[in-house]
């Protein structure tokens, strides 16, 4: 048995519990998935909760809001994700205890899998929060050359701009009366804001500033053909979408609490009639 689990808060309705028992079963491993939320947000709390997952044989555990940070000093090894970002969203327990960031290794799989070895070059990127920071992050293998930073709020845009340069990142942060001609300027838009999302519609750059880039990715997924990817299609620019990186963190996050590789083209078709996936913009 294969004992993981998620911590976190307000999460009754993850998808990760169905996401790693398909994973099992398409591998022949019985896979446990529970769902835990530590008492408040403190450190402590979380402390409490990874004791008892540990104590209670567990292989790993997924980590989310308001954890990502805090669950980093629990850690004695750690990839080059959690090293350049920051957070972890994926712990395994051993004699050590081990982080990855699997929105980070999620992202650069989904962006390869849609566009090849093609460089990302001058991105905007709108949300500068947690899942905004890995993939902020993770364009520097990607192949970008600038990043333009853009969130409502400018300390946070301002915070991410310096961690970014700090690592060599030539980026800058954007205000919102030079959002138009950032837009204008990049080969890639990238959304990591929750608008688009069924709970918050919209869209998060005005539809006349889609045209003339040559890529776009959203991180919401549900719904996955968004306004914004809507209006990049209909701009010709390539898609990246949400459920890209959801399906490649989810392998990744597998891969490590099993320690096995797992061949995308094998699970991809299953993994979209589980959840449902249909896209009038992508295959």
Not at 37 to 49: I, L, N, Q
Not at 147 to 167: F, Q, R
Not at 209 to 222: E, L, P
Request: aromatic share 10%; with cysteine.
């Amino acid at each position: 048995m294969l004992k993981l689990g998620l911590i976190g808060q307000s999460i009754a309705q993850s998808r990760a519990p169905a996401l790693h028992t398909m994973l099992g079963e398409l591998h022949g491993l019985e896979v446990s998935y529970a769902l835990h939320e530590p008492k408040d947000a403190s450190s402590g709390a979380f402390a409490d909760t990874l004791r008892e997952l540990q104590q209670a044989g567990y292989r790993g555990c997924n980590v989310t809001f308001p954890y990502k940070q805090i669950a980093v000093s629990h850690a004695q090894q750690m990839n080059k994700a959690v090293q350049r970002v920051g957070s972890t969203n994926t712990l395994a327990f051993g004699e050590q205890l081990f982080a990855g960031n699997t929105d980070y290794t999620g992202f650069i799989r989904g962006y390869q899998a849609r566009m090849g070895d093609k460089a990302a070059g001058s991105v905007l990127l709108l949300g500068a929060g947690g899942v905004g920071r890995a993939v902020a992050f993770a364009l520097l293998e990607l192949g970008a050359t600038e990043i333009a930073v853009y969130d409502l709020s400018h300390e946070g845009a301002e915070s991410l701009v310096a961690a970014l340069c700090a690592a060599g990142i030539k980026a800058t942060a954007v205000s919102d009366d030079k959002l138009g001609q950032a837009a204008r300027q990049a080969d890639g838009l990238i959304n990591c804001t929750p608008i688009g999302h069924y709970k918050t519609p919209g869209i998060p750059l005005p539809a006349e500033y889609i045209q003339g880039q040559r890529w776009a990715f959203d991180a919401v997924y549900t719904p996955l053909d968004t306004p914004f990817l809507v209006a990049a299609k209909a701009a010709g620019l390539e898609l990246v979408t949400g459920f890209d990186l959801f399906f490649f963190q989810g392998l990744d996050a597998f891969e490590i609490f099993a320690d096995m590789k797992v061949d995308p083209a094998r699970v991809l078709e299953p993994f979209k009639a589980r959840f449902d996936i249909k896209s009038a913009l992508i295959d």
